[in-house]
């Protein structure tokens, strides 16, 4: 498989834990405590799921609610935790968001003395998923008040990073200014890698044993294509994003992985 998802082999270190963590997000989120001792007994068996239950609880992964033994408790992931299976990302919600029709743009001019701050800079536009439109200059659809206060470093003077708000004012389109400043050619590449990962998981009646390892994999390939995609609103995609195609497929392959558990 070419390009960099095909680097993500399984290698059998993930802790029981964290699978555990996988597969509850795999099958909805929200188990019984019955189910969640079954569900573990097929992710790991070095450790107790008391253990990792404390281990998650104290990272805010999941909630445990109800009263009495623990197998009839509720077994719930957080929202972080939720987050976590989805490598920080809710793709419908955020195709889903309004968008006001204005850019924000950051343009900066750095001396190459100061690589460094360059580095952090830039390291931090990515981070806000900002498309490059060219030279010093950044572009993004949404709000940036909180990427400004994190770039309010003593070093960055006012003369040397501008934010302001602008319109296309010389007869260019959104969707044009889109596939300048975000490379849709190099993520396309990258959904067609991950759907093909997709398309060699296990047969869906497989024993869930059989899964864990492809679950594993398509974790790490689905954290590759979140940091390549933008996550545009839906006004600004461009002709030809597969995005809510890989995700469809995404949540297909999971049912799959729900159906090999029971």
């Keep these: 498989m070419p390009g960099e998802i095909r680097n993500f082999e399984y290698v059998g270190r993930m802790a029981g834990s964290y699978r555990f963590l996988l597969a509850l997000g795999a099958v909805g989120g929200e ?3 019955a189910l969640a001792h079954q569900l573990w007994e097929k992710v790991s068996t070095k450790a107790r799921l008391a253990q990792a239950y404390r281990r998650l609880q104290a990272t805010g992964k999941i909630e445990v609610h109800g009263a009495g033994p623990v197998d009839e408790r509720i077994i719930r992931l957080t ?5 976590e299976c989805r490598a920080g990302v809710d793709p419908p919600a955020l195709w889903a968001r309004p968008w006001d029709g204005i850019w924000r743009i ?3 001019d750095i001396p190459e003395i100061d690589a460094s701050l360059r580095t952090r800079l830039r390291r931090r536009l990515h981070e806000h998923r900002f498309g490059w439109l060219q030279n010093s200059v950044w572009i993004s659809p949404d709000p940036i008040d909180e990427f400004h206060a994190k770039a309010n470093e003593p070093q960055l003077l006012p003369e040397s990073l501008t934010v302001f708000e602008a319109k296309p004012a010389g007869g260019e389109d959104n969707e044009s200014l889109a596939t300048s400043a975000w490379d849709f050619a190099v993520l396309d590449r990258k959904h067609e ?3 093909q990962l997709l398309r060699l998981r296990p047969e869906r009646f497989r024993k869930s044993t059989t899964w864990l390892p492809w679950l594993e994999t398509e974790r790490r390939a689905w954290a590759c294509v979140v940091r390549s995609d933008p996550f545009l609103p839906r006004r600004l995609h461009p002709r030809g994003y597969r995005g809510p195609e890989v995700w469809t497929a995404r949540q297909s392959a999971l049912a799959d992985f ?3 558990l029971r």
């Design 193 to 195: 890698e991950y759907l």
């Design 258 to 260: 729900r159906d090999a």
């Design 106 to 108: 950051v343009a900066f």
């Design 79 to 83: 929202a972080d935790g939720q987050s």
């Design 31 to 33: 188990i019984s405590g």
